[in-house]
């Protein structure tokens, strides 16, 4: 009777490259002190704490003075009668953002008037003179 498991050789092991492994000579600090770990300063909580909610205020304030309102809304284009979305600025009136672009939206437009004028074409009788 034969066997029909596959015979694969063993996974290889992988050690994880860390940066003791990569760079040992790298983790060794600058200086020596001779303060144990205990009695050395830390940076207080509340300082730290108080400095990152003045920079958050001060990106939101940063943020709202570049970034512009902006309105979205869907509308139906009436040539190709397609859904479109338009992200518009409401300070300048400027369109941010549209999707199918305007040069979608009129070749869509193109493409169909061909189509009507090819169909058009084929279905008038074919006069042959001879």
Do not use: H, W
């Given at each position: 009777?034969?066997?029909?498991?596959?015979?694969?050789?063993?996974?290889?092991?992988?050690?994880?490259?860390?940066?003791?492994?990569?760079?040992?000579?790298?983790?060794?600090?600058?200086?020596?002190?001779?303060?144990?770990?205990?009695?050395?300063?830390?940076?207080?909580?509340?300082?730290?704490?108080?400095?990152?909610?003045?920079?958050?205020?001060?990106?939101?304030?940063?943020?709202?003075?570049?970034?512009?309102?902006?309105?979205?809304?869907?509308?139906?284009?009436?040539?190709?009668?397609?859904?479109?979305?338009?992200?518009?600025?409401?300070?300048?009136?400027?369109?941010?953002?549209?999707?199918?672009?305007e040069t979608l939206l009129r070749l869509r437009a193109y493409a169909e008037t061909v189509e009507n004028?090819?169909?058009?074409?084929?279905?008038?009788?074919?006069?042959?003179?001879?």
């Amino acid at each position: 009777m034969l066997d029909t498991g596959i015979a694969r050789p063993p996974s290889p092991t992988y050690t994880a490259i860390t940066p003791v492994t990569r760079a040992p000579e790298k983790n060794v600090p600058a200086a020596k002190t001779d303060l144990p770990a205990k009695e050395t300063v830390n940076p207080s909580s509340e300082t730290q704490d108080g400095r990152r909610s003045a920079d958050n205020e001060q990106s939101q304030r940063a943020a709202q003075r570049t970034t512009p309102q902006v309105e979205r809304r869907n509308v139906v284009d009436p040539d190709s009668e397609s859904l479109v979305f338009v992200a518009t600025n409401t300070d300048t009136g400027q369109v941010l953002r549209q999707i199918p672009s305007e040069t979608l939206l009129r070749l869509r437009a193109y493409a169909e008037t061909v189509e009507n004028q090819q169909t058009e074409e084929s279905s008038q009788p074919v006069q042959l003179v001879v």
